[in-house]
């Protein structure tokens, strides 16, 4: 034992000193580098300077500022590292402390979260108990909403339902004597007069031919022209002649589809929200006399939208088959004229659209003017004395005779179909525009009737072609075919003789003025 403490102690004694001496040396070593070695070099420098000539100076002086500058830099990365071992240390504790913190979040979590299942579970077995006993309560409410859905179904079109009630029963024929039965020029006679002396209103005879004659091409009439020039009056007095006053539709700016016009089908309530104009179409298939629906200024809105439904019933040739959809199936209740939710349009209809062109309306599309007859009224008549005259009893079908005997007795002359076809061909190679079989129908149809109201073949040719071919060269860029539009201008004098195509050639005119 006695051995071991000697050991013990004199070990202990040795690894001190040791210690001491270790840390002594480092003291020492410091003194050296930073006192003695530079006392030494300085001392070495006198001895070897007093054989330096003046490049040795210089030298002298690099030197020192390149060794000046290395202890600087080992010392500037010495602090460097020692600061990013202290920045490591700091972060490494802190983010110690922030685990620790996130830890004791998530069990504080865990708690609350068992303690929200509690709460939840006893109000999910309240509210459990609550619906078990207003399960009676519900069933008697569902019943009672089944009985008024199919009470809303028998009564879904309420305000057509009251015109079947007002015509129940009525006898509306129109019974046409012998003395009725007038031919289209009396037609257009007896309407400038009536219009004159009844109404006041002034049109020229040429204007109520362009009217029957675009009735009889089209069951859509587009009249365009100048504010003021009587686009409006021209259908209300037809309209008065025929003994049956026009319904106004009113176009708005907002106008996007179909709803707008015609109303829609609620799904909610099974209703058919109706409009005043969808009740008008519908009672006119009551009537026999001629009825005209005036879409006033009809370019406040995109036609092609609103409208776009009757635009197609004039692509079927069949007119039993003009139907429009309005609700889904069908119902017991539902007015007399729908069958399975379809509206049957009646034949007596024509659409009469009026037009502004101004920078305040939509250009209407091609696709309603291919569909439409197009007249020009951009001049009001001058007032004259007419003799009285009494408004027509005459019937849609006779009108509609009066029509088709016209295409029978003044068909258009071979001499002008050649034309006509002739000029299909030029403009199909000049302007890649043709007429179509459609057009060419519709040509023959407005000629035809033009002629039995008593005006001359070739006015009636320059009409359509104005109105309703040369029409279709405004979506084009013009600015580049100044060239082929005069061309064109000399091809119809040469082909249909010189003045008598005068509203086609100014119409040219115009457009070769455009930009």
């Not at 009439?221 to 037809?238: N, Q």
Request: a negative charge; glycine letters at 4%.
């Amino acid at each position: 034992m006695t051995a071991f403490a000697s050991f013990f102690v004199e070990f202990l004694w040795t690894l001190i000193k040791n210690i001491g001496n270790f840390f002594a040396s480092i003291g020492i070593a410091i003194y050296d580098f930073f006192v003695r070695d530079v006392r030494e070099y300085f001392e070495i420098l006198g001895d070897h300077s007093g054989s330096f000539d003046a490049f040795s100076w210089i030298l002298l002086i690099l030197v020192a500022v390149v060794n000046t500058v290395f202890v600087v830099f080992l010392i500037y990365r010495l602090a460097q590292l020692i600061r990013r071992y202290i920045i490591y240390r700091a972060k490494n504790v802190r983010k110690d402390k922030i685990l620790e913190e996130v830890a004791k979040l998530q069990l504080k979590a865990e708690e609350l979260s068992k303690e929200k299942g509690k709460i939840f579970s006893e109000k999910l077995k309240k509210e459990v108990e609550a619906l078990l006993n207003m399960e009676e309560s519900a069933k008697t409410a569902t019943e009672a909403m089944s009985e008024k859905k199919k009470t809303d179904d028998s009564i879904r079109f309420m305000s057509l339902l009251e015109v079947d009630s007002v015509y129940e029963g009525m006898q509306d024929s129109i019974q046409m004597a012998e003395a009725d039965l007038i031919s289209l020029r009396e037609i257009v006679d007896n309407a400038v007069a009536y219009s004159a002396s009844q109404l006041k209103l002034y049109y020229e005879v040429d204007t109520i031919r362009q009217f029957l004659a675009a009735l009889a091409t089209s069951k859509i009439v587009i009249i365009e022209g100048i504010t003021g020039a009587g686009k409006t009056s021209l259908p209300r007095a037809m309209g008065s002649y025929f003994k049956q006053e026009p319904t106004i539709v009113s176009v708005l700016p907002d106008w996007r589809d179909r709803s707008d016009f015609l109303g829609y089908y609620d799904e909610f309530n099974r209703k058919f929200v109706e409009t005043v104009y969808l009740k008008d179409i519908y009672e006119a298939g009551y009537r026999q006399e001629p009825d005209f629906v005036v879409l006033d200024e009809m370019n406040l809105a995109r036609a092609e939208y609103y409208f776009s439904d009757f635009l197609a019933l004039t692509d079927i040739p069949d007119t039993s088959e003009w139907k429009i959809d309005l609700a889904p199936a069908m119902s017991t209740n539902d007015p007399k004229n729908i069958a399975y939710g379809k509206l049957q349009v009646s034949t007596n209809i024509w659409f009469v659209g009026t037009a502004n062109t101004d920078d305040t309306t939509f250009s209407i599309s091609d696709d309603v003017y291919e569909r439409a007859m197009t007249i020009q009224l951009n001049e009001k008549a001058e007032r004259f004395k007419a003799d009285p005259a009494e408004p027509a009893n005459c019937t849609a079908d006779y009108l509609q005779t009066l029509f088709d005997r016209a295409q029978a007795d003044f068909p258009v002359s071979p001499d002008n179909m050649r034309r006509i076809e002739d000029l299909d061909t030029f403009m199909g190679q000049r302007f890649a525009v043709k007429f179509g079989t459609r057009l060419m129908k519709q040509l023959t149809q407005f000629v035809s009737v033009y002629r039995a109201c008593g005006g001359k073949e070739s006015d009636g040719i320059d009409i359509f072609v104005c109105n309703k071919v040369l029409r279709k060269l405004v979506p084009l860029n013009l600015q580049f075919l100044i060239r082929e539009l005069n061309d064109l201008i000399v091809w119809i004098n040469r082909v249909f003789g010189g003045k008598k195509m005068p509203r086609s050639v100014e119409f040219l005119e115009v457009l070769q003025n455009v930009n």
